[in-house]
């Protein structure tokens, strides 16, 4: 008995998910290249104006920089814009290097990072560590809501809070925030991206409203007996819809392992990250990890899109 098990771990070989154990950017890595204000400044003038500098204003490309205050001035015009003019680091009165060592902590951390620890992490004041993090939320947002899910599509209802003693429990319960899961997956079920919308209930109107935003026409979508969930054929979509019962049964289904495995990933890090979530910014947090889990293949390449996208969002 011993020896079969010891011949069982010499011959043994484990087999590590690449996506879980990619190398990602390791903190001395990040300093390296966002270390000082300078390469802060030039990360975000590449980002945004790749092909050099154009006026805002009258579309010329050429300017001169004024050096007190870093100001591109066009040579055309005569009319002064800064790289930071127009987006989320507008009249900013933090350093660039703090915006950037934020989005790192945002980016790298799986379960996400709450607005104390960044307070506490980056050594600002609270508030002006949750104005940053719920920016940049917000920019993670935008930057997802207009690419819609296609292919084979998992679906399933879900909702954030937990049961208040005295109160009706299950869907509409006061306190709970209802919210679309889904998953595209591979046709051969490995999960790429998802979609977490706050909805205001499980209703037809609802999903068919939300179909036609998130989803591609022509695409399958696999959902439970919700009867809400037939809407999707509104939005041009085919509707694979597997009755399986609640409780157990319909979380041992394989045809919605992802769309069971995702939402309780995601519930798991908001415990472990946040006291409570604010259901007035509930689709903030969900799009925060929502935005991780579709970039998750390239952990290095998450700071500069986080930037590209805040320097196109006002």
Known sequence: MY??????QR???????????QKG????EFLQEYGTEDQCFEALYALRWPDGFHCPHCGHDKCCELTVRRLQQCNHCGKQTSVTAGTIFDSTKLPLTVWFQAMYLLTQNKKGISAMSLHRQLGISYNAAWRMKHKLMQVMLERDDDQPLSGFIEVDDACLG?????????????GKTPFVAAVETTEDGHPTRIKLSVVKGFRSAEIEA?????????STVISDGLACFNAVTEAGCAHDRIVCG????????PEFYWVNTVPGNLKSALRSTYHAVSSKYSQRYLADFQYRFNRR???KAMIPKLAFAALRTP
């Open 3 to 8: 020896s079969i098990c010891c011949c069982s």
């Open 11 to 21: 011959n043994f070989t484990m087999v590590r998910n690449k996506v879980q154990f």
């Open 25 to 28: 950017l390791s903190l001395n």
């Open 162 to 174: 937990g049961e208040r003693t005295g109160c009706k429990p299950g869907r509409g319960a006061a």
């Open 210 to 218: 939300w179909s036609q935003r998130h989803l591609m026409p022509g």
């Open 246 to 253: 609640g409780g157990r049964a319909s979380v041992e289904e």
């Open 297 to 299: 293949f390239d952990l």
